[in-house]
């Protein structure tokens, strides 16, 4: 009795929803009564981005990315729309300035429904603020930084990335705080070369990271970086000395800057004990000076971030100049049928020695030759070269100081 009752309420159950269910058919099917919905979270999008773009302008915020709305319709067309088919576009083509600009959405739905069987309940709520900016655009330098640590007998070298250069577009305001992009690779005891792809980070001026940057778009996010890493070995500089002009290479206290070069060395055992940056010739050192001399390199040794050039100081401060007036001028091969006459009876002479030595040099035995063999007839003023020497004797370790001598003469026929 029990269960036929149970049975019964079962079967008064399966009835009336199967009729409430039947209701429901004839009314949407056969009634169709008008009805609303509301459609959440619907996209909206951009139309004429173009135009707008043309007129050097660029949309930098939506008031409303997503927006909720309400449509009235026939109850059965009302049941096939949903956020899937529905869109939402907001058309910026006809805004000619900078600024905040109210603009209504426009509804799209499916092709298969009517606009006149379906519409949006308030227009008000379709308003969406455009916030619109000057569009620019600028080309930055991607510098590229190794913050990791070599190996014993490695060495980083130049970092390079490709690309090079980045073309950024977005509004002028937010182009203005960039002024490079950066990128960074590293690793512990590194011996071999680095080669990755390594994302952009965009930086001011002072090397700052800029943040807050919206609406910016590059010509890539990510660059790649190449960190070149060989086995590296130091090989020092030398310099020769030509002994001259009262000093020799012993007298000589000199510095070379940078003493040595590095370079990268795929086989060690045929790399030279030393580099020589070549000769300098002491007659022509005059006191305390500097020579900036090239590097040679021998061939097939690459260098590895070396300068091409090196500095020489060079000091004889173990050794007396002084200058002194000779009178004692020789002129020899003079033209048959003229006569030649000095512009100055003396001429200036650096000489070179040991402080006492110098001290006691007399003129007389300082002895300037010059050879008019080569001279040009004619009474107008010349210079020809003239020989220096010392008078021989007690004076082997003294020397005179530069060569480039010259007295200034003329000739006139002889009566």
């Not at 008008?34 to 135009?51: C, H, I, K, M």
């Not at 960190?227 to 000395?241: D, E, K, Q």
């Not at 003079?334 to 001429?347: C, M, N, Q």
Request: glycine share 8%; charged share 20%; aromatic share 4%.
């Amino acid at each position: 009795m029990k269960n036929s009752k149970k049975n019964r309420k079962m079967v008064n159950m399966a009835l009336a929803v199967l009729l409430a269910f039947g209701l429901w058919f004839y009314v949407i099917n056969v009634e169709n009564p008008t009805g609303s919905a509301n459609l959440r979270d619907l996209p909206v999008e951009l139309q004429g981005e173009f135009q707008l773009a043309e007129a050097g302008l660029m949309v930098t915020d939506l008031s409303k990315e997503t927006m909720n709305v309400k449509v009235t319709g026939k109850k059965k067309t009302l049941m096939k729309l949903d956020k899937k088919n529905v869109s939402l576009a907001v058309d910026v083509s006809s805004i000619t300035g900078e600024g905040e600009h109210d603009l209504i959405c426009k509804a799209t739905f499916p092709s298969h429904i009517s606009t006149d069987n379906v519409t949006v309940s308030s227009w008000n709520e379709m308003k969406v603020t455009v916030t619109v900016e000057k569009k620019g655009t600028k080309t930055i330098q991607v510098r590229g930084e190794f913050i990791g640590t070599e190996a014993e007998g490695c060495l980083a070298g130049t970092v390079t990335t490709d690309p090079g250069e980045l073309e950024l577009t977005g509004p002028e305001d937010s182009l203005a705080r960039i002024d490079h992009a950066q990128v960074q690779v590293g690793g512990e005891s590194v011996s071999d070369t680095i080669v990755e792809q390594a994302p952009v980070v965009f930086m001011d001026k002072n090397g700052v990271p800029v943040e807050d940057l919206e609406n910016i778009t590059s010509s890539a996010t990510e660059v790649e970086i190449t960190v070149p890493v060989r086995r590296v070995v130091n090989i020092p500089l030398t310099v020769a000395f030509q002994d001259g002009g009262g000093a020799t290479s012993q007298d000589v206290t000199y510095e070379i800057t940078p003493s040595s070069v590095t370079v990268a060395a795929e086989n060690r055992e045929k790399l030279p004990a030393s580099i020589s940056l070549g000769e300098i010739d002491l007659s022509q050192v005059y006191g305390d000076t500097s020579y900036s001399m090239p590097i040679r390199l021998p061939h097939g040794i690459t260098p590895w971030g070396a300068s091409s050039y090196a500095s020489v100081s060079v000091s004889l401060d173990k050794l007396a100049s002084r200058q002194i007036a000779t009178g004692n001028i020789n002129l020899t091969n003079v033209p048959e049928g003229y006569a030649a006459s000095l512009v100055s009876p003396k001429l200036y002479v650096w000489v070179r020695g040991t402080p006492s030595q110098v001290s006691k040099l007399t003129a007389d035995e300082i002895a300037v030759e010059v050879d008019l063999s080569g001279a040009a007839l004619g009474d107008e003023l010349q210079r020809l070269p003239a020989t220096v020497s010392l008078a021989e004797g007690n004076l082997k370790d003294m020397g005179i100081v530069g060569t480039r001598y010259s007295v200034a003469l003329r000739l006139t026929p002889s009566s």
